[in-house]
C-alpha cells in the first residue's frame, strides 16, 4: 500500500494526542478522549508538564476555542461560521480527533444532501428482499455517533436544502433518532453531539430556521487578525504539505509567504497596509487558506520547473489564479493594484515583471 496523501488528524497528531493523554490531570468527560482543557491545548499548542510540545493547529483567539469546547460538553450543537477560508473545516477535524479519536463522522453537506444522508439510508437489495430489517438498514455517520457517543461533523450545513437541515431539530433537541418503519428509536449516548461549519459568502445559501439556529452555539471564525499571524498559518501548512508532497524544493523563504500574504490582505480590505492608498476589492474572497494554495503551487513549479527555490515566477500564476475570478472586472482591478502599488514599492519589481508577463 502506498503513503497517504492525506492522513486524519487523529493518524497526523497520534504522537500530541497520546502525550496529551499520558499528561492528564483534569477530569474527563464520558467518551471523550481529552479533558476540555487538554482539548483546547491540543488546538492551540503548549508545552506539557514533562517538556513536550504540542503545535498549534489554529492560530488565532484562545477564547474561541474555549468557546467552541465549552459548548461541546453541554447539549447544544457547535455551529463554526465564518468567510470561506477561515479554518472552520479544519477546527471541526481536530476538535473532533482530539474530543472523540475519530474525526471521520463526516457528512458533506451539499444541494443534493437529502434526509437519508443524515438520518439513515436503505439497502434497497434487502430492503425488497427481507422488508424493513436491521440488516436492510444503512447507518449515516450521524448514526454511529450517536450510538458510540461520539462528534458527528456536517460540513456546509447551508448549502443542505431547509426541509432536510429541519431533520436535525429532533436530533439535538430530544438526543434520539426515531425509525418508525421498525417502530424503533436510536437514543444517543454520552459524548455525542456535532459540529457543523457554514461560510457566509455561499451562493444558494439556505438560511438556518429559528428553531435550529437556537439548537446551535454559533462561534464566528475571523480571519487572522495580524499579518504575522496570516504568514505563521501559511507557512506551518505549506511546511506540512510540502513534506508529505516529497517536492523537490527549498523550503519556501518567509519573503516570499510575506508578499503573498501582504497581496491578500491589501486587495481583501481594499487598503494597502499603510492606509495610504484606497484599493478596489476583487470578486473572490483571498482567503487565507487560498494563500496556502498558492505557495503550494509555486513550490510545485519551482521544484519541478523552476531552480528549486520559490520566486516570484513561480508565485505569479497562482496569485493571479486566485485574484482573478472574472477574467473582465477582477483582470482590472489587478492591473491597477500593479500599476499604483506593485510597480512602486521596493524589492518588488520581480513580481511586478513576471505579472505583466503573464498578462
Not at 180 to 187: A, N
Not at 189 to 213: H, M, Y
Not at 226 to 253: C, H, L, N, Q, Y
Amino acid at each position: 500500500m502506498g503513503l497517504l496523501l492525506r492522513r486524519h488528524a487523529e493518524q497526523q497528531f497520534e504522537e500530541e494526542l497520546h502525550e496529551l493523554k499520558k499528561n492528564e490531570t483534569n477530569k474527563v468527560p464520558e467518551n471523550w478522549q481529552l479533558s476540555p482543557q487538554s482539548v483546547v491545548t491540543y488546538l492551540m499548542g503548549g508545552t506539557l508538564k514533562n517538556g513536550f510540545e504540542v503545535s498549534p493547529k489554529y492560530i488565532g483567539n484562545r477564547r474561541l476555542i474555549e468557546i467552541a469546547v465549552a459548548t461541546l460538553v453541554t447539549d447544544r450543537a457547535l455551529l463554526l461560521y465564518g468567510l470561506p477560508g477561515t479554518a472552520k473545516s479544519w477546527v471541526s477535524e481536530h476538535l473532533a480527533a482530539a474530543v472523540s479519536g475519530d474525526s471521520t463522522l463526516i457528512v458533506q453537506g451539499t444541494a443534493g444532501t437529502g434526509e437519508e444522508a443524515i438520518r439513515y439510508g436503505w439497502n434497497y437489495a434487502k430492503l425488497l428482499a427481507e422488508g424493513p430489517s436491521e440488516g436492510a438498514l444503512v447507518q449515516t455517520p450521524v448514526m454511529r455517533a450517536m450510538k458510540d457517543g461520539k462528534l458527528a461533523r456536517i460540513e456546509e450545513l447551508t448549502r443542505v436544502g431547509s426541509d432536510v437541515q429541519d431533520t436535525l431539530i429532533t436530533i439535538l433537541s430530544e438526543k434520539a433518532m426515531p425509525i418508525p418503519e421498525l417502530d424503533r428509536e436510536i437514543q444517543a449516548i454520552r459524548g455525542f453531539n456535532v459540529i457543523a461549519t457554514a461560510n457566509n459568502r455561499d451562493k444558494g445559501v439556505n438560511e438556518l430556521s429559528s428553531a435550529l439556529k437556537r439548537r446551535f452555539n454559533t462561534v464566528i471564525l475571523p480571519l487572522p487578525d495580524t499579518i504575522d499571524e496570516e504568514i505563521d498559518i501559511v507557512r506551518r501548512r505549506v511546511e506540512s504539505f510540502s513534506g508529505v508532497m516529497d517536492i523537490p524544493a527549498e523550503k519556501p523563504a518567509l519573503e516570499e509567504i510575506r508578499r503573498v500574504v501582504t497581496i491578500f490582505r491589501e486587495l481583501r480590505g481594499g487598503a494597502t497596509e499603510d492606509g495610504k492608498t484606497k484599493l478596489k476589492t476583487p470578486s473572490g474572497t483571498l482567503s487565507t487558506a487560498e494563500a496556502i494554495s498558492v505557495v503550494n503551487n509555486g513550490l510545485a513549479m519551482s521544484g519541478y520547473f523552476g531552480d528549486g527555490r520559490l520566486n516570484a515566477i513561480d508565485l505569479v500564476s497562482g496569485i493571479i489564479g486566485a485574484v482573478v475570478k472574472d477574467p473582465i472586472q477582477d483582470k482590472v482591478i489587478w492591473q491597477e493594484y500593479l500599476e499604483t502599488v506593485v510597480k512602486g514599492r521596493d524589492g518588488w519589481k520581480d513580481i511586478y515583471r513576471a505579472s505583466r508577463e503573464m498578462l
